[in-house]
């Protein structure tokens, strides 16, 4: 044990006070902060101002029509007559026709999109009721005008999900996916993709960097190679841990000296009984995915014998890796639930990537679940017995090549 | 208190490595390893160290297996080189001690009084990627030697160093000798074995061809070198009998004779021609002994 310490305290300080780790670090934190302050950066490099007043050079029956309308939409403006004066945060709405409506929108600076939107819905709005007003429909074929239609889903399904659909369309429940859940699968997701294949690269260099260095020779004749690997990998994911758990500071952080308020009811986040279950199966699965994938490079690494065969040995890990993150990212605003996703999530490789997707969905079991987390574990052990079988060999032999090695091993 | 090797083979692929051998190194010995490339000798020392399973026979280290419980006991200087390149000299040598089980004081402590000995203090702080190759084996031996072993392995310690550093690491060597290591060593530089060892083992092509004490495995040889040096014409030495060789190199006329009773009537003979510089009888060398064995020179 104390053997693994010493490997394990030495991998983690060396790779925690190495610059590399510093700066990545720094960098990311930087970008959080900055990402925080998001809309004041764009405050500086936008010159438009918001509008207060909006003056309205009409009759006094459009005027009432418009003030009503655009009071709706955005409380901010007050609608008043023309007093011939335009001053600062204040813009001039002209008619210049009436059949159709044509308007001229004059101000002294520029109007911030989201409040020319608004403005452009309130004159599209003004433009129908004149329409239909001008038309002379009554107020039923007014009404039938603006009824969406009307479509019955009769839609195979399976069994379980066959109740469901009585009391909600399919369309309605995937509009209902919790924004805050999807968001907590993005973040996931990528800081999962973003450490695989940071870690699964540092792992492997330091396995490589110690055998073609010749410097395993002596750690093996003085510690068991099992111990020393898992000691390795240990360090790394506490590495990988520490790292987010600083990222997690820096949000924590931001989220307390600004205002988040605006973007979360903009979007809004807001949490429901899926959210919890997202969360923690999240983490179960970043953290058992990082174990595998850290596993498997520390492996790969062992293989070669020179230090430029590096890249080449990771490329199963970086290839894969990449594969499950699209197939997650890709499938989370279509139908989350196809075959591909449901086949997939059970290749262990994919499993942590796309199982949390699964788990946006409430329909999703928690057994289905749990097979992940159990498949998960079972090829952990698994990675972690061949590379502790081969790495021995591995380690001291010269020859080059995952395929040569494994022959050669096998033969042993 | 001994290291025993019986029958000990190892083939790779069907190619035999090590081929039978069998060796008893007595306690607090200095035994010497001679090979040339591919001898077998760094192969032996991975068997003894566990690091590679023996296809036959079988180590005992004071008549245990040698497994990762003593192996705090044991000191190894592989023959490939190499430590953490990016560590300090500071952080390697607590890594590799705390490896053997040391505390991280005991550790200071003695890299101190090392690195004062072979001469280089100043390196401690540096990156071991910014030393000179003997500086770095240096640093090695150290890492290999810190823990006080019973038992230290040095595959080739001597390779590569310039003739200051070759003497540093011998007299070190000779000290933990002294203090009562057992110290195994390989080298393919027969003066070394010479100098150092009581006992050695020649390895060739994976065979153990002689193995021993070397006084003994010199008495036992019989042959002796005679080295004669005069102006006189001594052709005629080469038809007496029990003489095997005769060479001249410049003046000096080497001659081998089957034992030492030759060595009387050859004198006889030449003090008749008059005044010569030299006349010695010499134990055969150990290339010698070698090359009688197996029938080439092994360099």
Redesign the interface.
């Given at each position: 044990m104390?053997?693994f310490m010493?490997?394990f305290s030495?991998t983690y300080l060396?790779k925690v006070r190495a610059k590399s780790f510093m700066i990545s670090t720094l960098i990311i934190v930087l970008l959080i902060f900055i990402g925080a302050n998001f809309d004041k950066i764009i405050g500086i490099f936008d010159s438009s101002e918001e509008l207060t007043t909006i003056k309205v050079e009409s009759d006094e029956a459009f005027m009432t029509q418009f003030e009503a309308i655009m009071n709706a939409l955005e409380s901010d403006i007050d609608v008043v007559e023309n007093d011939g004066e335009i001053g600062a945060a204040e813009a001039l709405l002209t008619i210049d026709g009436t059949e159709p409506l044509s308007f001229t929108l004059a101000a002294d600076q520029e109007i911030p999109g989201d409040q020319m939107n608004d403005i452009e819905m309130a004159l599209g709005e003004l433009q129908r009721t004149n329409t239909i007003q001008a038309l002379n429909l009554s107020p039923e074929e007014a009404e039938r005008l603006n009824t969406p239609p009307e479509i019955t889903y009769d839609i195979a399904s399976g069994p379980e999900e066959a109740e469901v659909d009585e009391a909600a369309t399919p369309e309605e429940e995937m509009f209902e996916t919790n924004m805050l859940n999807t968001i907590i699968f993005y973040v996931t997701v990528i800081v999962m993709f973003f450490i695989i294949i940071n870690y699964a690269s540092q792992i492997g260099t330091e396995v490589a960097?110690?055998k073609?260095?010749?410097?395993?020779?002596?750690?093996?004749?003085?510690?068991?190679p099992v111990t020393h690997l898992l000691a390795k990998i240990s360090a790394m994911i506490l590495v990988s841990l520490t790292q987010l758990g600083i990222f997690l500071i820096a949000i924590v952080i931001a989220i307390q000296l600004f205002d988040f308020s605006d973007i979360i009811s903009d979007f809004g986040l807001e949490s429901d009984d899926q959210t919890l279950t997202m969360i923690v199966y999240s983490v179960i699965y970043l953290i058992l995915g990082l174990v595998l994938y850290l596993s498997i490079s520390a492996l790969l690494g062992s293989f070669i014998s020179r230090m430029e065969d590096l890249q080449q040995a990771l490329l199963p890990v970086t290839m894969f890796s990449l594969i499950g993150f699209y197939i997650a990212i890709f499938n989370v605003w279509g139908s989350a639930d196809n075959m591909l996703v449901k086949i997939s999530s059970y290749f262990p490789l994919f499993t942590p990537f796309v199982m949390p997707l699964r788990a946006i969905n409430e329909d999703t079991s928690q057994i289905t679940l749990l097979i992940g987390v159990a498949i998960l574990i079972v090829s952990i052990i698994l990675a972690i017995w061949l590379a502790a079988s081969i790495y021995?060999n591995s380690v001291?032999s010269t020859s080059s090549g995952i395929f040569k090695n494994l022959k050669?091993i096998r033969?042993? | 208190m001994t290291l025993e090797l019986e029958n000990l083979s190892k083939s790779f692929?069907g190619q035999t490595a090590v081929d039978e051998i069998n060796l008893n190194v007595p306690s607090g010995s200095m035994y010497g390893f001679l090979g040339g490339n591919g001898a077998g000798k760094t192969t032996t020392f991975?068997m003894i160290?566990?690091?590679?399973?023996p296809s036959a026979g079988k180590i005992t280290y004071n008549g245990k297996k040698i497994d990762?419980d003593v192996?705090?006991d044991?000191g190894?200087?592989?023959e490939?080189?190499?430590?953490?390149?990016?560590?300090k000299v500071e952080?390697q040598i607590r890594?590799?001690g705390?490896?053997?089980?040391m505390s991280k004081k005991v550790i200071d402590k003695k890299l101190d009084e090392w690195l004062e000995r072979f001469g280089v203090p100043e390196n401690r702080n540096k990156r071991i990627e910014k030393l000179s190759k003997g500086n770095q084996q240096k640093i090695?031996l150290i890492?290999?030697i810190i823990h006080d072993p019973k038992l230290i392995i040095l595959d080739e310690p001597f390779s590569g160093l310039d003739p200051v550093n070759v003497e540093i690491l011998k007299t070190a060597v000779k000290d933990l000798n002294r203090e009562g290591a057992t110290i195994i060593f390989s080298t393919h530089r027969m003066e070394h074995v010479e100098e150092l060892c009581e006992s050695l083992c020649i390895l060739n092509k994976g065979k153990q061809v002689i193995s021993g004490n070397i006084d003994e495995i010199k008495s036992d040889f019989g042959q002796k070198e005679i080295i004669i040096e005069g102006d006189h014409d001594v052709d005629f030495l080469r038809n007496m009998p029990g003489v095997i060789d005769m060479k001249q190199i410049r003046k000096k006329i080497i001659l081998k004779i089957e034992n030492e009773s030759y060595a009387e009537p050859i004198y006889n003979e030449i003090v008749k021609l008059g005044y010569f510089k030299r006349f010695q009888v010499n134990e055969p060398s150990i290339n010698d002994i070698f090359i009688s064995k197996v029938g080439t020179n092994y360099e």
């Open positions: 104390n053997k010493a490997t030495q060396s960097m110690e073609t260095s010749r410097v395993i020779e002596m750690i093996v004749s003085s510690v068991p021995r001291l050669r033969k042993e | 692929n991975r160290l566990g690091l590679l399973q990762y192996t705090n044991i190894y200087l592989p490939e080189r190499g430590l953490h390149p990016k560590l952080e890594y590799l705390q490896l053997k089980g090695q890492a290999s």
